[in-house]
């Protein structure tokens, strides 16, 4: 249950730093950055899974290769919903 919790937590930071980089922050709300942190997981550890033999973001300590992947892979998603939304990646 405690992986569970972590898992949230370490979603709802990763979508928001996303959120800041790909500058949406404003117009998204604390679910919507939980939501792209944890798909963004699997999209970035599913990618970088072949590379670095993948990562968890829901472990204690943190697997680090685990928050840079879902980091990448929440910023590649919502440069995917800029593209479809606005036509065009900020």
Do not use: E, K, Y
């Amino acid at each position: 249950m405690l992986g569970f919790i972590w898992f949230i937590i370490m979603g709802g930071v990763i979508g928001w730093l996303a959120s800041l980089m790909m500058r949406r922050d404003a117009s998204m709300g604390t679910i919507a950055n939980i939501v792209v942190g944890i798909v963004g997981s699997f999209i970035g550890n599913s990618v970088l899974g072949f590379i670095t033999g993948g990562g968890t973001i829901g472990a204690w300590p943190p697997d680090w290769s685990g928050v840079v992947g879902a980091l990448i892979g929440a910023v590649v998603l919502l440069g995917l919903l800029n593209l479809v939304q606005r036509g065009r990646v900020r």
